[in-house]
């Protein structure tokens, strides 16, 4: 059973910061996408960061140069530390991974219940 559990969100101050955590039981991240969606009020759901199957990372035009992914090294927690954060970035914050076997991964994701953070 995969559970993604996704923490750290909270209210704060345009310029300030903060580092989302996401706590995977069941899969490992690693070899198959991961990443961090969000989606702000009346908005459709979009990808802020994602770490491709090779291993490649992208951000979002408007996160480049603010917001950083990063994983421990076994594989169970997903990170997104946020910097400079701006009044635009108010969403809630979704972790994903694919889905996957023992020997490929799946398109399709599971997905965290979000965590809500507020700039103001």
Not at 62 to 70: A, E, L, P
Not at 84 to 110: G, N, P, Q
Request: hydrophobic letters at 30%.
């Amino acid at each position: 059973h995969v559970q993604l559990v996704e923490s750290g969100g909270d209210s704060v101050q345009a310029g300030g910061s903060l580092k989302l955590s996401c706590a995977a039981s069941g899969l490992r991240f690693n070899r198959c996408e991961r990443g961090w969606y969000r989606q702000a009020p009346g908005k459709e759901r979009e990808p802020v960061s994602i770490i491709s199957r090779d291993g490649t990372t992208t951000y979002a035009d408007s996160v480049k140069g603010r917001f950083t992914i990063s994983q421990d090294s076994a594989g169970n927690t997903l990170y997104l530390q946020m910097n400079s954060l701006k009044t635009e970035d108010t969403a809630v914050y979704y972790c994903a991974a694919e889905d996957r076997t023992s020997f490929y991964c799946r398109s399709s994701k599971f997905w965290g219940q979000g965590t809500q953070v507020t700039v103001s």
